[in-house]
């Protein structure tokens, strides 16, 4: 059983930034592929940043360059740093995990994954 847990979520303004914590209470993340979603009210689920075995990532357009994914093995945790906050980031964000082999490619599917956290809140005030 995987146990995934976020933290990290708050209120911010505009412009602002949040870093998101995901860690996980059973198992090893360096044998999973990782991911963040968010949902926000009314919306569907979407993938926000993604990260496979490797180290490879992968973003949703809407946040390159503004979204940082990255894991630390050792404290078995995912990050998710998040500047340059806009009103529409408001959502509630989890994090994912799939077992996978190290060639998996990073996916923002939210299909592809087997394990969720119960998800933090965020919310950017503008």
């Known amino acids: 059983q995987v146990q995934l847990v976020e933290s990290g979520g708050g209120s911010v303004q505009a412009g602002g930034s949040l870093g998101l914590s995901c860690q996980d209470s059973?198992?090893?993340?360096?044998?999973?592929?990782m991911g963040w979603f968010r949902q926000a009210p009314g919306k569907e689920r979407e993938g926000v940043a993604a990260?496979?075995?490797?180290?490879?990532?992968n973003y949703a357009d809407s946040v390159k360059g503004r979204f940082t994914v990255s894991q630390d093995n050792v404290k078995n945790t995912l990050y998710l740093q998040m500047n340059s906050l806009k009103s529409e980031d408001t959502a509630m964000y989890y994090c994912a995990a799939v077992p996978c082999s190290e060639w998996f490619a990073p996916s923002l599917d939210s299909r592809s994954y087997w394990y969720w956290g119960q998800g933090t809140q965020v919310t950017v005030s503008s």
């Open positions: 990260i496979a075995r490797r180290g490879k990532t």
């Open positions: 059973e198992r090893a993340i360096s044998n999973y592929c």
